[in-house]
């Protein structure tokens, strides 16, 4: 299987309103556009935590319509800190608090990001104790096969009280057609699910909306080439 693409630094329009947060330190400026955030992964084969598209997808009649979990929304502290706090926000959901520089520790996050979903899902099962794996959507674009596993995954996990932490990589479009846009690559939490999975609350950290909504095809489009934590 392809192993999770490398990240590459990239500069695009960061929102405005959230400069002052980050501090002049964590800026990047360049002809007014902010670096960042700065989620560069290399590359990761994943060894005990092999990804994995062989899970059955839950039929329509065995899963509930919806369901929201109750987490701890929280925009990053620095430009590099996407990974840390997804998982912190992830983690939230079962009642578990981090630090964002606690979570960055423990996922090896530096300025140059975290490496990929594997590390999420390493940090995932040591602090839950659940049963986390790295998913991989190989290809630019996801297949049926890898879309319905992505349902699949969500709606379990949420069912079981766990949050999934994705890593994704260029624009999507969420329900209310408002565009998220991470050409080097972010990692933000995947907290709900409604119309029994063909739509998925999304935490963002970077985004000033902090929490919307997007179809499941959607975000499988966005995690192709890079891999979920589930």
């Known amino acids: 299987m392809t192993p999770i693409k490398q990240w590459i630094p990239t500069v695009f329009q960061a929102p405005v309103i959230r400069k002052a947060a980050l501090g002049v330190a964590g800026l990047a400026m360049a002809g007014g556009v902010v670096a960042g955030p700065a989620t560069m992964a290399h590359a990761a084969t994943p060894t005990a935590d092999k990804p994995t598209t062989t899970v059955a997808a839950v039929s329509q009649d065995?899963?509930?319509?919806?369901?929201?979990?109750?987490?701890?929304?929280?925009?990053?502290?620095?430009?590099?800190?996407?990974?840390?706090?997804?998982?912190?926000?992830?983690?939230?959901?079962?009642?578990?608090?981090?630090?964002?520089?606690?979570?960055?520790?423990?996922?090896?996050?530096?300025?140059?990001?975290?490496?990929?979903?594997?590390?999420?899902?390493?940090?995932?099962?040591?602090?839950?104790?659940?049963?986390?794996?790295?998913?991989?959507?190989?290809?630019?674009q996801a297949d049926q096969g890898q879309t319905d596993q992505l349902r699949t995954d969500v709606v379990r996990a949420v069912d079981d009280q766990r949050a999934v932490v994705a890593n994704v990589a260029g624009s999507a479009a969420d329900v209310d057609g408002d565009r998220h846009s991470y050409e080097g690559g972010h990692y933000i939490a995947v907290t709900g699910y409604a119309d029994g999975g063909d739509k998925v609350k999304i935490g963002d950290s970077w985004s000033d909306k902090g929490e919307y909504w997007i179809s499941t095809d959607a975000l499988a489009d966005w995690i192709a080439s890079r891999g979920y934590s589930a």
Not at 71 to 93: G, N, R
Not at 124 to 135: E, H, P
Request: charged share 30%; net charge negative; with cysteine.
């Open 62 to 140: 065995k899963r509930t319509s919806a369901k929201e979990l109750d987490f701890d929304y929280e925009f990053q502290e620095t430009y590099y800190y996407c990974a840390p706090a997804a998982t912190k926000m992830a983690l939230s959901a079962q009642g578990k608090d981090f630090s964002q520089d606690e979570m960055a520790r423990k996922l090896g996050t530096t300025e140059a990001g975290t490496d990929s979903a594997v590390e999420t899902t390493r940090v995932l099962k040591d602090v839950t104790g659940k049963d986390y794996r790295t998913v991989e959507i190989s290809g630019a």
